[in-house]
């Protein structure tokens, strides 16, 4: 890249973005992460007047009267609702942006096997936002970056970063993806499976929001030294009226047993198609855990156990991906390879 180009991207405030299934967060060129919200809107129904976002939305939830609708416009790591995520990314980016003079650039992340239409509606979305260019990177590339690892050199690492809505796995070396998977599943997923599970055998009835409290209290992929319970509440389906129960992270673990397995399989799948002399490399360095997902107690013992390649958690896992996207917004100059510029297509 010629040197005043890189020159350009310093003196702007411009932006990196992890616009996820279930949160959406910005950081700011020389600032750091300056807006970490969920990926809800709130909107009026008929008119879709925004009526709030972020955090204030997604306490709304399950809790809305007739005349206010709230929305998640992403669903399995991509745009559903077009409309919606334009106004919230827009919303969003209002809340930070230090300049309405000037148009910020945007390094925007995505899925590693998104569809051609499936991006482009991301990049638009960032246009309409405000963004004067869009830049694209794929999820794991930032993470890995994020995670610190070193992805310009020949020895191959592996991530596997799991967010809301889709698990992403990729064998990184030389600064490109030689390897990649990525599985339409995510944090989500596992608290629809808990969900089901409590209404098959308690037959009660939960919202988003309690599941994923369970999720956070007692979840686990692999069998904890002191198991842990959750007192949760929901409406019996039988009699319609509240109830409560506890539930151990055993009962969970059974719960989110069939999403978990998934998990395991599609990391397996990239190590079958993973070049001989890079899958020695992923056994000596390691399998490193990105996202949300990579909180869930006991998942690196399970990955462990199950592959016998050593797995480690990232230092803050749910906010490598955008720790990586703003790193190349910090240094476009030595990161240049990673992205790829919306204007080609």
């Keep these: 890249m010629p040197e005043a180009r890189g020159r350009r991207w310093r003196v702007g405030r411009d932006l990196a973005i992890d616009l996820g299934t279930a949160n959406t967060v910005i950081h700011e060129q020389g600032r750091g992460i300056v807006l970490d919200e969920p990926s809800v809107v709130a909107v009026r129904s008929g008119s879709d007047e925004l009526v709030a976002a972020g955090t204030r939305a997604k306490e709304m939830l399950g809790r809305t ?34 300049s309405r003079l000037i148009r910020p650039r945007m390094v925007v992340c995505v899925p590693s096997e998104v569809t051609g239409v499936e991006r482009r509606a991301v990049e638009d979305a960032a246009i309409r936002a405000g963004a004067r260019r869009v830049y694209v990177i794929e999820e794991p590339l930032a993470a890995a970056i994020g995670a610190g690892l ?23 070396a030389l600064g490109g993806i030689v390897a990649a998977r990525s599985l339409r599943l995510g944090g989500d997923d596992l608290d629809e499976a808990i ?11 939960l919202g988003e929001r309690s599941a994923e409290d369970i999720k956070v209290a007692a979840g686990s992929a692999y069998p904890l030294g002191q198991e842990l319970s959750a007192r949760v509440r929901g409406r019996d389906l039988a009699t319609g009226l509240p109830k409560t129960v ?41 399998i490193t855990l990105t996202g949300g997902g990579a909180l869930l107690r006991g998942l690196d013992e399970r990955l462990r156990r199950e592959l016998g390649v050593p797995v480690t958690v990232a230092d803050d896992p749910m906010h490598a991906v955008v720790r990586g996207a703003g790193t190349c917004v910090d240094d476009v100059d030595a990161l240049e390879q990673v992205l790829v510029d919306a204007r080609r297509f």
């Design 65 to 98: 009267p007739g005349a206010i609708r709230a929305v998640r416009p992403l669903r399995d790591g991509v745009i559903s609702d077009a409309d919606v995520a334009e106004r919230m990314l827009r919303y969003f980016v209002d809340q930070v942006r230090p």
């Design 150 to 172: 070193p992805i310009t050199r020949t020895s191959a690492c592996m991530v596997v970063d799991i967010g809301g809505g889709t698990t992403d796995v990729a064998v990184i």
């Design 195 to 205: 969900i089901a599970h409590l209404k098959a055998d308690y037959s009660l009835l």
């Design 246 to 286: 506890d539930v151990s992270s055993a009962e969970v673990r059974r719960a989110v047993e069939e999403p978990v397995l998934r998990i395991v399989a599609v990391v397996r799948e990239v190590l079958d198609v993973c070049p001989p002399e890079l899958a020695g490399d992923v056994l000596d360095n390691g």
